[in-house]
Structures are given as C-alpha cells and as structure tokens.
C-alpha cells in the first residue's frame, strides 16, 4: 500500500504549487528539482566525454573511477533531493569534498591542453556544480561567497601552475564562473524562500481570518436565541412572559434551521434577496412583535412612513430585537419606548428604557453591541448613538438615510423573512 505520508517523487513535482502544499515545502523541492536537472546533465556529459578522455589520461583507471565516483555522488544527490524534498546538505558536501579533491588528481593525470574548456576533465564541471548548489544548503550569502571563492582561487592556482597552453586572463575568467554561480544561486534562493515564507504566513493569515468570520457568524446567529433559552430554561421567568418568549424561540429554530440547510453560496449574504424598499414603521413593527412581555411603547407616527432600503431595514431589525433583547435580560425596565422620526431625507428611530443603566463605552459593551448593533450598522452606513449611565436607563438612537420609494413597476415590499 502506498505511503500517503512520502508521495512518489514525480507526484510530489507534478503538483508543485497546488493547493494544499506548504509554499515553504514547495520552495525547497523546487530549488532541489533545479540542481536534479543540472546535476543529470553533468552526469550525462561527464560519462559522454569519458571515452575520450581515458586515453589521453596517464593514469587510466584513476580517471575513469574518478569520473564515475562523482556521477555516482551527483546521483545519489538528486536521490536523496528527491526522497527529502529539498537540497541536502550532506550529500552537497560529499559532491563538494570529492570534486575538490579530484581537481589536483585530473591536472596530475591529463594534458595541460585539456584542462581548460574541455569536457574530458569534467571534474571541473562537477565542481562547479556542487559550488552553485552550495548556494541553496549553504543558507547565508556572505558563506556562500567566500566558499566559492576559496574555491575559485585554488581552480586558478592548479590552472596556473599546470602551465598550459592558454593564458591568465582566460584561468582568471573561468575562475570567476565558481562565485557568480554561487552568488546567484545563493541571492535567487533566498529570495524564494522569503516569497514562499510570506505566502505561507499570508496563507494562514487568511485561515485565522476566515475562522473569525465564521465565528462571528456564528456568535451574531445564536446571541439572541441564547437569551430566549436562558428565559425558557430560567424557572423564575414570570409565566404571563412565557407565550411571547415561546413565539420567539419557534421563530429562532426557523431561523436556525434556514442558516444549517441553505447552500454555501448564500452562507455570506447578510440580508435578503431582491431590492426593494420598506416603510419604517413596517420594520420596527415586526422588531417589537415578539416582545409583549416588556412594558413597551411603539410610537412610529412621526417617522413610520419613511422609506429604508431592504438591506437597511433587514439590519435595523436585527438590531433592534438585539437591543430588545438586552433589555428584557439586564435592563430590569418600568418602561421601554420605541420611537421613530424623520427629518427631511434622515429617519431616525430611539430605543430608551429606564432601567438600571451601564456606563456607556466600547470597554462596557457586549457582543450584542458591539458587533450585532454598531459593527451591523455601520456597515450599512447608519449611525448609532448609545448614551447610558448607571440608574438611568439607556438611550440607543439609530439614523440612517430615507430612501427613493420603489416604482409602482417594480412591486413593493411586503413582509419580510429574517436571514
């Protein structure tokens, strides 16, 4: 049976940067593949070249074992990358280590006139190599740099001593191949993992975002309905409460049931469908409904007739049964007033009450407030204004722009279901 833990390395390159993979992950294999596809073409031209090199070698079994113990080692780099996912120190010093103490050996035993732009001296090529890779598993610039040039200088100094047929300039210029590789290497790679490090932070930024949300959700769809169940389950709830708070709680599971069943499409809608319009005194009217138990007083004659948006009224809503609410459970009110006006193109609508009062702040207020009250609001662009202080009960007053009413063509608004 297939190991889910260790996927096969070409699935694991196949799905390199889909969902569902640490980008920190993604870039280290992807920095590996780089070094797989090198290292083959090394291998590759290093065994090609081999043939002809062996006979111009002195000592012909050590250069065709030197040869095939550096392809040996690449190989076993790029299976240990692949099996890992991502560049293995320890096999980049074995190549690195192997290649460096090949090179005095090749310059020993080969031709001077081969040891410069000759595939047949290949360990030159694979000492490059592990050099440029030193960039990716070395992981600090300034290191990277003066390895290569320590290496750089020791490449130049075999040239040089050898004493063949090619001059300086073109030893020094090759020499420079050993540093620029690696710094390149070195800059690209960190680079990366910077990129692939702020994508996986971003990544789970979003996740932490997206639980919030689903728990504010959820907070703003069981505040109210956790108060209507403290009141039922609450043996000293008064009974001539208990019909109205019954009519609630039906209305809640309704509405709980809605939330559970609708398709996800619809889980981020915070109003209803369609755009039509509703008078206010309509919307506070289907506020107070479930609220008989209180000592309420609806007075909507000066404001009743203004025209909110449907989203706007959806909101204004909520947020009064929330306030309500909050009253029937801390307010221990005599008296609770709802009172709706209108001046010129602005409602307004007051929710008062003479209870015990709190000290009004944003270090004082509740869920409730804070997010199904003046979170709720604000994004619909209507303001609130909470004053209240301890003894004397609390003033919440909502003001919100009156809208054009609906044409005669495109219906009106008629009762509405809560989201």
């Not at 169940?229 to 709680?249: F, H, I, S």
Request: proline fraction near 5%; hydrophobic fraction near 50%.
């Amino acid at each position: 049976m297939e190991n889910d833990r260790a996927p096969r390395w070409w699935l694991r390159i196949a799905t390199l940067g889909t969902d569902g993979h640490d980008p920190r992950d993604d870039a280290e294999l992807a920095l590996g593949v780089i070094f797989i596809v090198l290292g083959a073409g090394v291998v590759i031209q290093a065994l090609l070249a081999m043939p002809a090199g062996a006979p111009l070698s002195t000592v012909r079994t050590g250069y065709v074992s030197l040869t095939l113990a550096m392809s040996v080692a690449v190989v076993g780099f790029c299976a240990a990358t692949l099996r890992r996912g991502a560049v293995p120190a320890s096999w980049g010093w074995v190549i690195l280590v192997l290649a460096v103490g090949s090179m005095p050996v090749f310059t020993a035993i080969m031709p001077a006139s081969e040891l410069l732009g000759s595939w047949t001296v290949s360990v030159f090529a694979f000492a490059q190599l592990s050099v440029a890779a030193a960039g990716v598993w070395v992981r600090s610039v300034p290191r990277t740099v003066l390895l290569s040039l320590a290496v750089a200088a020791y490449y130049s100094w075999l040239l040089l001593a050898a004493g063949g047929p090619y001059g300086q300039v073109s030893v020094v210029v090759n020499a420079l191949n050993y540093p620029v590789f690696a710094l390149t290497i070195s800059l690209v790679s960190q680079y990366w993992r910077v990129l692939a490090r702020r994508s996986y932070d971003a990544h789970q930024a979003a996740l932490l975002a997206t639980r919030q949300m689903e728990l504010d959700r959820y907070r703003m769809t069981v505040h109210d309905t956790s108060g209507i169940l403290c009141l039922l389950g609450d043996e000293t709830t008064p009974p001539e409460v208990l019909p109205a708070v019954r009519r609630q709680a039906l209305a809640e599971a309704n509405r709980l049931r809605h939330y559970l069943t609708r398709s996800p499409a619809g889980a981020g809608d915070a109003g209803m469908p369609g755009s039509g319009r509703a008078r206010l005194g309509d919307v506070l009217g289907e506020a107070v409904a479930g609220f008989g138990d209180l000592p309420l007083e609806l007075s909507t004659a000066l404001g009743g007739d203004a025209v909110v948006a449907e989203a706007d009224a959806v909101a204004v809503q909520l947020a009064v049964e929330t306030l309500l609410h909050n009253i029937r459970r801390h307010a221990e009110a005599s008296t609770v007033w709802v009172h709706a006006d209108r001046a010129g193109d602005r409602w307004e609508v007051v929710i008062r009450d003479d209870g015990v009062g709190f000290t009004a702040g944003p270090e004082t207020y509740g869920f409730g407030l804070r997010t199904q009250v003046l979170a709720a609001l604000s994004e619909r662009g209507i303001t609130v204004d909470i004053e209240a202080a301890p003894g004397e009960g609390c003033a919440v007053t909502l003001s919100g722009p009156v809208a054009a009413p609906a044409s005669r063509t495109g219906g009106g608004a008629g009762r509405r279901d809560r989201p």
